[in-house]
């Protein structure tokens, strides 16, 4: 098979197209002709290893010390099932599914893979592409997760920063679903984008400091969900209810400081990685089923193009979704 495979850690140009063993299904696995995949903040992450000092050794012991142990990127795909193994249940050659490879040793940046059927998927939802298919899988499974831990009621404030992102624009959606009164956060030419997934209220943060603004108006928030990365607990402490929730998915940080953070601020600091499992996949399907959920495209690539597709998301605004099409 065809396969993007990044020959070493680096810049975009790492990646190479390369023919690779198509793989074989396990018992318990289905065989997936990929469709569409994904360009993430995370893959674009993993290939130029841009993590924070502290991690530097673990994630190396984790992904590889001296090139990735597992060379093909991609978190998300959507696609047709091929053949399935011998003890397969829930699905069928021809039956169209999407999917998370997080915890499945990425590799969807190719024709083919394979994931256990009780893993992070679901059958694609009635009348909906592959790449919308696609482009749910981790920006709206990490959004259900976090939003989840935090326990968001109706009529509670909520704060996304980073709200125009893959996480960020379901994050909007999905705490709007829980009846959230929410405030996004994004720059000036994605003000409109932020509304229409309905946000009741937007900040442009190229015109005035988010947390500072807030601050200003007496804004409280129950839960300030950052799906950035560039700030911390201690700028938004002052717009943060007593027993609020800062949500820390852009840069999870470690179990130490979250709970240094807690004691001394009484502020809940939820972090780590979101590992999603097949009923957050089946409630996913559900909920775009239903029209609770969108996906925002940005831009379009054939795999052959993924490092434009990477060099794209290097920059860190990308709107939604960056679609990989696989002929
Ligand atoms: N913990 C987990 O399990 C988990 C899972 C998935 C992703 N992540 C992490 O979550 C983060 C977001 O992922 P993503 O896929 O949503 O990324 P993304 O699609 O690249 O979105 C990033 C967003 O950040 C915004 N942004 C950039 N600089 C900003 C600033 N100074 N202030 C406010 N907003 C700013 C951009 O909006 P504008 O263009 O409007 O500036 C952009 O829409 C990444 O760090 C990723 O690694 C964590």
Not at 119 to 129: D, F, I, K, T
Not at 141 to 154: E, G, I, N
Not at 236 to 262: E, H, I, K, S
Request: aromatic share 8%; glycine share 10%; hydrophobic share 40%.
């Amino acid at each position: 098979m065809r396969a993007m495979v990044a020959t070493s850690y680096g810049p975009p140009e790492v990646l190479q197209l390369r023919e690779w063993a198509k793989p074989v299904p396990k018992a318990n696995e289905v065989l997936v002709r990929v469709r569409t995949t994904t360009v993430s903040a995370g893959d674009s992450r993993m290939r130029s290893f841009t993590v924070p000092a502290f991690v530097w050794l673990p994630a190396r012991l984790h992904l590889g010390l001296r090139r990735l142990r597992n060379p093909i990127l991609g978190m998300e795909l959507a696609g047709d099932v091929e053949a399935v193994g011998k003890d397969v249940r829930r699905f069928k050659a021809g039956d169209r599914l999407f999917a998370s490879t997080l915890q499945h040793t990425f590799g969807a940046n190719a024709e083919y893979k394979c994931l256990p059927e009780n893993g992070a998927l679901a059958a694609m939802p009635p009348n909906v592409s592959y790449e919308e298919a696609a482009g749910l899988a981790i920006g709206a499974s990490t959004a259900l997760h976090f939003l989840r831990a935090a326990d968001v009621r109706p009529g509670q404030r909520v704060l996304v920063n980073g709200a125009s992102g893959a996480v960020g624009t379901f994050a909007v959606q999905i705490a709007r679903h829980y009846g959230a009164h929410v405030t996004g956060v994004c720059s000036t030419g994605n003000v409109d984008l932020v509304k229409s997934l309905g946000a009741d209220e937007v900040i442009d943060y190229t015109r005035e400091d988010p947390a500072a603004s807030a601050a200003t108006r007496g804004a409280t928030f129950d839960v300030v969900f950052d799906a950035v990365g560039k700030t911390s607990l201690s700028r938004w402490l002052g717009t943060l209810a007593p027993q609020g929730r800062f949500l820390n998915v852009g840069l999870p940080g470690d179990a130490l400081t979250r709970r240094w953070y807690a004691a001394t601020t009484g502020r809940h600091v939820v972090g780590g990685t979101a590992s999603p499992g097949r009923e957050d996949f089946d409630h996913l399907a559900e909920l775009r089923a239903a029209g609770r959920l969108r996906t925002v495209i940005d831009r379009r690539y054939p795999l052959e193009q993924l490092v434009e597709a990477h060099r794209y998301v290097d920059g860190g605004h990308k709107r939604g979704s960056v679609a990989i099409s696989v002929a």
